[in-house]
């Protein structure tokens, strides 16, 4: 689970699992919760390799301060938003250079990930984050 002593973990990496149903491949995410890497994203990137993402962390569950920019962007997503409970509340497609995504739940978490991952996270499951180290 994410407890509150992961909310100093910036440039941290987590494996990230859905305790509902496996992954069909590991998950690496980086912990972002600072404005300049939650601004930032994954803008003026090339691509996202399918076995990694970003968590995008808020202090609270919110609609508003989950939402997400697509502004950009030269690679379509999936976006999985989380509560503080660990539980997905919504999934969503999101496309390169189009507009603003809010979650229809209120939302601790929004993870950016492959689009090609999508069908891998629905609402309702639970999400497990595990430290790891990259040295």
Request: with cysteine; net charge positive.
């Amino acid at each position: 689970m994410v407890n509150s002593t992961l909310m100093n973990k910036n440039n941290k990496y987590f494996q990230l699992t859905n305790q509902t149903t496996p992954l069909t491949s590991p998950l690496k995410v980086k912990y972002c919760s600072s404005f300049l890497c939650k601004f930032k994203g994954l803008s003026w990137r090339a691509s996202l390799p399918q076995e990694e993402g970003l968590l995008l962390v808020q202090s609270k569950d919110s609609k508003l301060d989950s939402s997400i920019h697509m502004f950009g962007m030269f690679f379509d997503l999936a976006i999985i938003w989380i509560n503080e409970q660990n539980q997905i509340v919504d999934v969503k497609p999101a496309y390169k250079w189009r507009s603003i995504l809010f979650p229809q739940q209120p939302a601790k978490y929004a993870l950016e990930i492959n689009i090609e991952r999508l069908s891998e996270f629905k609402k309702g499951e639970i999400i497990h984050l595990e430290e790891i180290n990259l040295s």
